[in-house]
Structures are given as C-alpha cells and as structure tokens.
Nanobody
Framework: QVQLVESGGGLVQAGDSLRLSCAASGRTFSNYAMGWFRQFPGKDRQFVAAINRSGGATYYGDSVKGRFTISRDNAETTVYLQMNSLKPEDTAVYSC???????????????????WGQGTQVTVSS
C-alpha cells in the first residue's frame, strides 16, 4: 500500500499563493504517476493537475491552467502543487492521488487512481 499525506493548505486572500505538498510512503514512488484533485461542497471531484512518473510530462485542468504548477521530487517521494493568483472559487479540499497506470488522457479521471490522501483545505477569501 501507498500512504499519501497532504500539507500546506490554509486561509489566504485572493491573489495570494500557496504550495501544497503530498508526501508518499514507500520506496517505489517513481513507479506512480501523481495527480491533484479538488472537492467543492456538494459537487463532484474536479481534476486539477497530473504529472507522470519521471516528472517530464504534466497536464492541467482548464480552471487552473496558467496559475498552478505541479512538480515532483522522486528522491524526496513528494509531489507539489504551486498555486498562484488564487481566486475565491479555488476554495476546496485538495487531495493527491497515485496511479500505477501509464500516463494518458485518462489521468484526469479519479477512477484512474489507486491511492488517495486525506486532503488539505484551501480557503481563499475575497
């Protein structure tokens, strides 16, 4: 099993930046593509960003493209989500996830992922 622990969430003002971290257990972190999703109250989970095993390919949801950046450090077994120019509509619980499947367009689907973190709350005030 893979254990994922998110951190870095908090309360910020519109226009501010945050960096979320997702620390993974185990010594096979490089075998997993990683994704970030967010959950709004009463709504379905929304894809945010994904990164392949090596970190050489990334993909972003339209709502965050140009503002958020996903990265990973395989030596530290950690994936990051740098969030800039935050908006109130970015307020959500952000979760990271891991999949053993090869990187493809299906990486935007939550069902593609095998393991999930518990999430970290991001709140953006006006």
């Amino acid at each position: 099993q893979v254990q994922l622990v998110e951190s870095g969430g908090g309360l910020v003002q519109a226009g501010d930046s945050l960096r979320l971290s997702c620390a993974a257990s185990g010594r096979t972190f490089s075998n997993y593509a990683m994704g970030w999703f967010r959950q709004f109250p009463g709504k379905d989970r929304q894809f945010v960003a994904a990164i392949n095993r090596s970190g050489g390919a990334t993909y972003y949801g339209d709502s965050v493209k140009g503002r958020f950046t996903i990265s990973r450090d395989n030596a530290e077994t950690t994936v990051y989500l740098q969030m800039n120019s935050l908006k109130p509509e970015d307020t959500a619980v952000y979760s990271c996830a891991a999949t053993r499947r090869l990187f493809s367009t299906a990486i935007t689907r939550g069902s593609e992922y095998d393991y999930w973190g518990q999430g970290t709350q991001v709140t953006v005030s006006s």
